[in-house]
């Protein structure tokens, strides 16, 4: 019964996907930021919302957060990289090895929030997980 919010496509939607040298910057994350947060906090008084990126640019994740006035939970998703790659095998846009091993690279490099480790795990069991982590109210 929540709302689902792709950094990806807001990315894309607002032509904010474009990487310069090894990733997309900084500014296009933030801007992508500033795009989402006046619908997503107005959502917020009413129900939960998720976010889902890959977060790999600590400042962005920051700016997100410190946009948010309401109550909110970080988790990083961890898996292997041949479970990421596999995974990108199977979206309706694949972004290739190459890409998706450079995404990785960057996403390793820090931690926010709960951990989940997802590797052999089906979705609706890491779904599981999280929820166990979050108040029962």
Known sequence: KGEYISIDKILEKNKLDKVTGSHIP??????????????????????????????????????????L?????????????TTCIERDSKRERIYGKGATKAVYNLVEKFDYGTVIETYGKKS?????????????N
Do not use: C, M, W
């Not at 900084?26 to 801007?31: G, Q």
């Not at 129900?47 to 946009?67: A, I, M, W």
């Not at 609706?124 to 999280?130: A, L, Q, R, T, Y």
């Open 124 to 136: 609706n069991s890491v779904v599981k997980e999280i929820l166990n982590k979050l108040p029962k």
């Open 26 to 67: 900084l500014k296009n994350f933030l801007r992508a930021n500033e795009i989402i947060l006046p619908k997503a906090s107005k959502l917020l008084e009413k129900k939960v919302v998720v976010f889902d990126g890959n977060f790999y640019l600590k400042k962005q994740l920051q700016h997100l957060l410190r946009g």
């Open 69 to 81: 006035k309401s109550k909110h939970y970080v988790f990083t998703l961890r898996a292997p990289l």
